[in-house]
C-alpha cells in the first residue's frame, strides 16, 4: 500500500518506546501484527547491554502496572507443548521472572 505507516492502526505499526529508572535505560519495540516485542535494558546514561529479551512468538501482551513509581508488564507465549510466561518490573527497579508450564 502506498500510504505511510502513520495511516495505519497502531495494531499494524511498529512502536519503540524509550524510558530510564533510576538505574537503567529501557527501549521496548512492539510489532503487534507480528507477535513481536523486544526489550533493550542498558546501564543508565551508557550503552551497556545488561539484558536483551527478543520474542517473536508473543500471544498477549499486558500491561500489569503503570503508575509513577511502579510499571510492569507481563508477556505470555504459547507455544505446541508449552505456555512460558515473561514478568517483567521497570519500576522501582528491573525484575524478570521466566515460566513455563506444561500445556498438555
Known amino acids: 500500500m502506498d500510504t505511510s505507516s502513520k495511516d495505519y492502526p ?3 505499526n511498529k512502536a519503540t518506546y524509550r524510558f ?3 538505574e537503567a535505560d529501557f527501549v521496548v519495540t ?3 501484527t507480528y507477535g513481536e516485542v523486544k526489550i533493550q535494558l542498558s546501564r543508565c546514561g551508557s550503552n ?3 539484558s536483551l529479551i527478543d520474542l517473536i512468538r508473543v500471544g498477549k501482551f ?3 502496572s503503570d503508575k509513577k513509581d511502579q510499571s510492569s508488564v507481563l508477556l505470555t507465549v ?3 507443548e508449552t505456555q512460558q510466561m515473561i514478568e517483567i518490573d521497570f519500576k ?3 525484575k ?3 515460566k513455563e508450564h506444561l500445556t498438555r
Open 62 to 64: 499486558e500491561i500489569t
Open 96 to 98: 524478570q521472572i521466566f
Open 92 to 94: 522501582p527497579y528491573f
Open 10 to 12: 497502531f495494531y499494524y
Open 30 to 32: 512492539l510489532s503487534p
Open 48 to 50: 551497556i547491554l545488561l
Open 20 to 22: 530510564s529508572n533510576d
Open 78 to 80: 504459547i507455544n505446541e
